[in-house]
């Protein structure tokens, strides 16, 4: 199958003083449709910098260096700043920690939603608005009410919701997520990424999932990619990464954790009893 992205040697420098930082040194990757790639490694490792490169919002004086990113074959480093806007604002969409503080405080969530789709040519009667509302509010797990509250009537695991609704409301192929949850308390957090997966298995989009918590990497991911000084130094399936590091560094990420059975227990102890308050759905 054709990889719905590519990244071939991708180079991030941000100018400073000293000399260029290499933030992204020579990054090489491939997304498989719907596959659920995890991005892990110390803080400053280039993580987000990827991500950023990915949706062309690497803002100057920082400058992509070198390198093709190929979305379902067309390299957006080689299309004007417009058409790559809209390229991929169609087909990538980026959920980060901060997403649920962008929500704007005055709009209630069903604009939030439509307004962003019908940027996009999305049309829709009032009837079809209706329903797609409560659709992609269901299928993030949060009831139709949920459309006439304002940003601050929710929790915030619920907001992150509403950020993951409108991140897959244009149907895109990809879905970057930069640490979606480390915002969140560790209950909320495993919530909201089964509501990430729910969704993205609907949709068939592939996910990058950044972040540093490997627990929650080995229950998400397909495959991992370790960061190290803005290089992949290891990329493989999440079993063979748990089961045999070849990196050093991947060694060393893999003895500062319980392993994989322990993991298991500590994580099978169940949510506690869901508060009332909350409008989410089972
Ligand atoms: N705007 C910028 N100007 C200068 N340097 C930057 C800028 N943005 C990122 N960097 C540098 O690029 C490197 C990679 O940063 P990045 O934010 O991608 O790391 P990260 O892996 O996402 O880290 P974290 O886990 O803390 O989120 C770091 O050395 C950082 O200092
Ligand atoms: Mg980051």
């Known amino acids: 199958m054709r990889p719905v992205l590519e990244v071939e040697d991708l180079h991030v420098h941000f100018p400073t003083s000293r000399g260029p930082v290499k933030a ?8 498989q449709p719907g596959e659920r790639l995890g991005l892990i490694g110390e803080s400053g490792s280039g993580k987000s910098t990827i991500a950023l490169a990915i949706m062309r919002l690497i803002k100057p004086p920082g400058s992509i260096a070198g390198g093709r990113i190929l979305l379902a074959g067309t390299d957006l480093l080689q299309l004007d700043e417009e058409a790559a806007r809209q390229r991929r604002l169609a087909e990538v969409a980026l959920v980060t920690q901060g997403a649920m503080n962008a929500l704007n405080p005055v709009i209630r969530i069903r604009h939030q939603l439509l307004d962003g789709m019908e940027a996009h040519g999305v049309q829709l009667s009032k009837r079809e608005a209706k329903e797609q509302l409560a659709a992609l509010l269901d ?22 919701r509403v950020c993951i609704a409108t991140a897959i409301s244009l149907n895109p192929k990809v879905i970057i997520a930069d640490e979606p949850t480390s915002a969140l308390d560790v209950v909320v957090q495993r919530r909201v990424m089964q509501t990430l997966r729910t969704a993205q298995e609907h949709l068939g989009a592939a996910v990058i999932l950044i972040g540093h918590d490997m627990g929650l990497m080995a229950q998400f991911a397909d495959r991992v990619a370790v960061m190290r000084a803005g290089q992949i130094v290891e990329i493989n399936d999440v079993r063979e990464i748990f089961a045999r590091p070849q990196h050093p560094y991947t060694r060393l990420l893999m003895d500062s954790l319980p392993s994989l059975d322990q993991r298991d227990s500590l994580l099978r102890s169940g949510p506690p009893a869901r508060p009332a308050a909350e409008m989410t759905t089972p």
């Open 24 to 31: 992204v040194d020579g990054v090489s990757f491939a997304l």
């Open 139 to 160: 299928s993030v797990g949060l009831r139709p009410e949920v459309a006439d509250l304002y940003p601050h009537q929710l929790s915030g695991g619920m907001k992150q």
